[in-house]
C-alpha cells in the first residue's frame, strides 16, 4: 500500500539555524500539506501546496518558512533560522482526488 | 477553531464495540464528517468520512443522524492495538485543498 514517508526522524539542530525537512507524498497525489505538533498539542495545519504554489497558509507559517517541490517527487519545508518554539513534530500530508489526506510518519524537530 | 465536540477520554473492552460521539450542530450543508486516530505520536491516520449516508469500511462505521448535527464512530470489535486519540473533523470539499482544522479529540483506552 503507497504510504507517505519523510526523512529525517529525528532532527536535532541549535538555533539560528536553517533546516530542511523531507517528504515523498503518495505518487499519483496532487495535494500536499504539512503540519505540526507541539508536544502535549493539537496537531495545527501549516500550508498547503497545489499545482506548485501555496493554496493556503496559517499565521504560523511565516516568512520564516518556507515550501518546495523540487523534483516531482519530493516536498520539503524549510525553516530558515529556527527558534526554540519550532521544536515540534512535522508531519506531511498528501491527498488526492478523493477526499482523505495521509500523513507521514514524522520529522522530531528539536531546536537547541 | 475545531467545529466539534468531542468527550475527552473514553474507555472500552477489547473485543467490545466501541462508540465515540461526536457533536457538530453547526455544520454546513457542504461539510464532510471526517475521522482521524493518532496512535501515540505517529501521524493521523484517516479512518472514515461522509456527508450524510451512513457509512462503512474495514475499520469502522460511521453512522450520521439525520440532522447531520451529530455523528459516531464505530470500531466494531476494539483491539488493544485500536488505544489512540480518535479526532472528528468537519471539512468542507474545496477540490481537495482544504486543510484539516484538529481539535482535542477523544482518547481512547482499550482495556484488556
Known amino acids: 500500500e503507497p504510504e507517505v514517508t519523510q526523512t529525517p526522524s529525528h532532527q536535532v539542530t541549535q538555533m539560528g539555524q536553517e533546516v530542511i525537512l523531507r517528504c515523498v507524498p503518495i505518487?499519483?497525489?496532487?495535494?500536499f500539506y504539512w503540519y505540526r505538533q507541539i508536544l502535549g498539542q493539537k496537531v495545527e495545519f501549516l500550508v498547503s501546496?497545489?499545482?506548485?504554489?501555496?493554496?493556503?497558509k496559517s499565521e504560523i507559517f511565516d516568512d520564516q518558512f518556507s515550501v518546495e517541490r523540487p523534483d516531482g517527487s519530493n516536498f520539503t519545508l524549510k525553516i530558515r533560522s529556527t527558534k526554540l518554539e519550532d521544536s515540534a513534530m512535522y508531519f506531511c500530508?498528501?491527498?488526492?482526488?478523493?477526499?482523505?489526506?495521509?500523513f507521514g510518519p514524522g520529522t522530531r524537530l528539536t531546536v537547541t | 477553531d475545531a467545529k466539534t465536540t468531542q468527550p475527552p477520554s473514553m474507555d472500552c473492552a477489547e473485543g467490545r464495540a466501541a462508540n465515540l460521539p461526536c457533536n457538530h450542530s453547526?455544520?454546513?450543508?457542504?461539510?464532510?464528517v471526517y475521522w482521524y486516530r493518532q496512535i501515540h505520536s505517529q501521524g493521523p491516520q484517516y479512518i472514515i468520512h461522509?456527508?450524510?449516508n451512513n457509512e462503512t469500511n474495514e475499520m469502522a462505521s460511521l453512522i450520521i443522524t439525520e440532522d447531520r448535527k451529530s455523528s459516531t464512530l464505530i470500531l466494531p470489535h476494539a483491539t488493544l492495538r485500536d488505544t489512540a486519540v480518535y479526532y472528528c473533523?468537519?471539512?468542507?470539499?474545496?477540490?481537495?485543498?482544504?486543510?484539516?482544522?484538529f481539535g482535542k479529540g477523544t482518547k481512547l483506552t482499550v482495556n484488556p
Open positions: 500530508a498528501s491527498g488526492g482526488h478523493s477526499y482523505e489526506q495521509y
Open positions: 505518487s499519483n497525489h496532487l495535494y
Open positions: 501546496f497545489y499545482n506548485n504554489e501555496i493554496s493556503e
Open positions: 453547526t455544520i454546513s450543508g457542504n461539510e464532510y
Open positions: 461522509g456527508l450524510k
Open positions: 473533523i468537519v471539512r468542507a470539499y474545496q477540490g481537495g485543498s482544504e486543510k484539516l482544522v
